[in-house]
């Protein structure tokens, strides 16, 4: 891992609870769906909950950011309540969209969390939007857009980075680079280069970082939203990642030939929950006890939030029309 | 939010074409266009116009003329050529405080950002629950003639029209013109305003005070009995001159101005349609599943008992714009088109 | 070329719905699907398949299943997610001797690729004044159900019939997606094939023999004399069930599968409405400026004498797609919303 | 100017007459632009000569150019007919598209020239597709897509540069660079780093070209589709040069404040026509006569082609719905 020392205990601790939170949050979620309660698809981000937590780490309330179909991590990391988010899987007037939106339209304007897309690449020009709000306003704000590597190969990633270097704006493009677009491996879409590389043609810093070490994600995103806040425009992040799960739903595909199954074991190893928690419990950040109530703590918190989630009441028929306008 | 002071002017909605107050001053539907941006950049911080090329001598056919010149380049921005990533970047600025207008010279460059419109500003207030709101105004110009061709004369209101979450508004008239805009940058939902090139030196009297007309509304230009007529931007310039034909034979056409696509005004169509039992739609665009098919079929809904006679519309033949000028001069329906259509089918 | 040789079956057109030869084998309409791109790229070494992660374990849906083994990966490719580039890049090989089907997992990925669809696609054979023409056929799938919500569950045909110098098919039953599949792929005009997501387990005798349905011609799937229920694809089997439901009490609806949006069979559909009066259209999509909005524009220019009451529309309702449960039930229109339309106007 | 000596001198000669052909092609639309006979706008290509020149030199007559609203010139160069290229801008039945497509829209698939599009940004995916389509049909077939700095802007640039790297494509994105998209600078659209380094980011050489240097497009172009022809994949080149003219029309737009006059002064010394015309000269590679010759044979095959533009008859009104399908 990384090395530490410039970032203070408490930082840690709260990276490793937010990465915890994730896990755990998502974990529930696979345990849930079974159920059928959950009536709408869900991309889980296990495997890859170092990158939301190393990244939201540096910003404000209400910093900006935007995500894509795979978004209860960002979400969570950047601070949304858990009752809001499982109403919404639910489908119930009490979730975050009011159950418009359902897990691939997560929204909470309080947190800085605008709105997520569900269209690939379809974030990636809000959150350059949001950050040129920003700078026109001088409110000091920065914007995240978070997306994966099928995402960099959309028009909008392109037009997004050229307007951004352009226009020096405080975003950061935050790829999440897990290897496959749905079950498409990288090599099947993208020449083999680095998809940082991309950066340098609009003369913006790209860095390719190891997605599964929080500290590695943390000390990389510190450079770039400090870069932004600066005025110094925007940088492009390859963040190295994998998901442990399908590419929707909350089984595994390694058996139905999606990928190989050495890959995915080589990465299981990788986990970044895990690593952490070895790094935290070696570096005496978090005592085993302290960890064990942190677990208990999220674990409670995600309780009242599936309790929350099933009880609250489904949108009448009657509202069909609300919102629209 | 200096918006909520802005007044809607409803007093115009049954007052009939060209019968402006004479004490006011007349502009051109450019400069009506041009007054409204401007009212716009003066009454809040938060409005700002990017386009390819707004800022350059042309000026957007003249109505952005001198505006970066007099509210700075922050404010009225030129834009690399990259739509679909220009419309997400304006709609990101609109969802998180600003009130974005994004001008096209042409409608046919739209289909480059359907992604951004139809997928993300027209459903954002729907999928967050109403929570953000998308006050993004898009501008975009019909373009006509001397061989524009098939990727430049597009007129593509039909494919936003089709799609809840959007309001599509096409003034045919300075005042409109004005009013509409104001009400667009004002209001809280992604709009689409199509203008026609061949408008922009109409002149009408237009209040010098900025004012907002809400969208939804239609107007009657044209008071008859004998034949309604539904037209919508430049064709309805062209249903008026067919009007005064008709009326030399002694058929009164009543002449309604849609301004409003999308909402529809049902009810001044079906109204007209009630007292004259006779509908020709006149439409700048193609005519399968166009507006002039919603309006039709809103006629087959609403007021078949009314209808004395078949439907007639006008539209665009069902073919790309041609290039040459003989083509060209057989592709667009005249008022002449209109009249033969209102003597078929009496 | 071995198309040239393949004959179109137009023995069915007037065939009543199920009423398969029973000496054909039934296959689903996914298999149907797969069936004809088999056989397009056994009998063409110009065809090649190519879409997001059509080679993978799911394979369209099953449509594509196995192919990419069959065939190689250089006539069954894997894509970026670049729809926009990729239409082009489909477009290009098109017009340079191939016959591409490019295939997206959902209709809503559509709008990104609209440019070069709509303006280029579209436009090619007419602004080459008929030189060089697009062989390329789309497929697009309509999601439904299980919170797809707003951005996957679109039913975007209007957008596409609206435009000349496309087709645009919706075909509903087995038989008629391998015909209308294998016709688009024979064919040298760019067209658009809207599938829906729950027609994939529909069961049908299709022959195995390759075959191709002509665009432009409809369907009575039942015959009936008391009401005209016009509709496409899905709603083409709520339509059946309604009219099961009216039948009950004596009302005999006739059904049209209409298979073909763009050409539109107005032929058909004005023979129906001559015989039966009444019209209702019942489309997957949206009703503003939708294929129901033409149908009835249609029957308002062609069949206003044989009108004896208002045309009814069932479409979605004027709203994205909600991701809840409850307000997904509410969304969808069924039979029961045609029998209450039909019964409306009796 | 380039070195020159492995260049025959039959194909210096050749690529003079070529530069020449467009030159004066386009000076006579110019002139005769004001008669209003031509109805369609023409964005000419005046200053830009070279580039079309030098590349198509490489082309064989099977191979496939795609090209933009700014097109004559391209088209002249890969072998067009002058007369039906003429009747088209003015609009006649025996013009390339039958005077469906105007200057804007141009055609010739006996020439390898199966359309332009006057969409910015619209032919850089069809070429690559035409690439595909040979590639896979092994035809050994080149393809070109020729398209301005604005262009580069668009999303299809980046989808079409990313597809041909990963599948190797025989393809070369000729990005011809004269610093404006209309009245914009590229400055106001782009950050100040040179297109072709966008190249890297997708694994493909990127190379910065004189486009006013015939021999310089020469030499980059022969390497760049040397190296499509062996199967080794796309190149992007920048050329950068200079249009003289207002973006449409026949007039200059100096006046009109769009550029700066020192600049377009500037370029004017660097007239690409006149530095190749003395180039070829100062080393005896065309005479004073042979000159004087090229340029009567041109003249009067434009003479031809405006008479035979002029002459030809109008498409009927009745032949309105023909070749939509
Ligand atoms: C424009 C568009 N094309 C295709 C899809 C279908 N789709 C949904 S997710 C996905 C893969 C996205 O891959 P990536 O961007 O790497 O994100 P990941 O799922 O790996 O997090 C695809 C192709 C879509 N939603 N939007
Ligand atoms: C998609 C699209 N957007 C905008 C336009 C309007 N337009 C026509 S040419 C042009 C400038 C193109 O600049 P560039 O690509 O550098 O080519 P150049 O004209 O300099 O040769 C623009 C913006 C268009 N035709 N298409
Ligand atoms: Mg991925
Ligand atoms: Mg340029």
Redesign the interface.
Known sequence: MMPYTDIPPEVLKQLYETMLRIRLFEDRTSVLYPEQLI???VHLCIGQEAIAAGLCAHLNKGD?I?STHRSHGHCIAKGMDLRPLAAELY??ST???????????L?D?EHGI??T??????C???????????K??GDGKV?VAFFGD??S????????L??A??KKLPVIFACENNNY????PRH??????SIA????????PGVFVDGNDVLAVYHASREAVDRARAGEGPTLLELRTYRWKAHVGPNPDID???RPADEYEAWLERCPVNMFGQFVADNNILSDDEIGSMLAKVEKEIDEAIVFGKAGP????S??????? | MPWTKLQADDSRSEVVFHQARLSQREITYREAIKEALTQALEMDPNV?LIGEGIDDPGGVFGTTVGLKEKFGK??VMDS?I?E???????????????RPVFIHMRVDFLPMCM??II??AAK?????????KVPLTIRAVIGRGWGSAAQHSQSLQALFAHI??L?VLMPASPYDAKGLLLGSIAG??PTIIIEHRWLYDQKEGVPEEPYVIHPGKGLVRREGSDVTIVACSYMVYESLRAADELAKEGIRAEVIDLRSLLPLDEDLIIGSIEKTGRLVVADTGWKACGISAEVAAVAAERAIGSLKAPVRRICLPFAPTPACHSLEQAYYPTHTDIVSAVKGIR
Request: hydrophobic share 35%.
């Open positions: 009536k709408c698809p900006y935007f489908g119930k979730g975050c969209a009011q159950g418009r939106g359902g897990s691939m339209h929204v304007p605008p709105g897309s569900a269209i690939v690449g379809g990636i020009p809000l959150a350059a939007g949001a950050a040129l709000a920003s026109l306003r914007s099928g995402a190969e959309e028009g909008t990633f392109h037009e997004s050229n307007y270097a352009l677009a749905t079950n498409s099947a879409r993208q020449p083999d280069v590389e991309r950066a340098s043609g609009y003369g913006m139905s030939g999606c489904e949108p009448p028929a509202e069909l029309y609300d919102h629209v306008y | 700002f922050d404010r690399p990259a679909n990533g220009m419309t997400g970047i304006a709609m990101g600025a609109a969802i998180t405080g600003m992604d951004q997928n993300h954002w207030s729907y999928m967050t629950g109403g929570r953000v809840p979450g309001r809280n939902t």
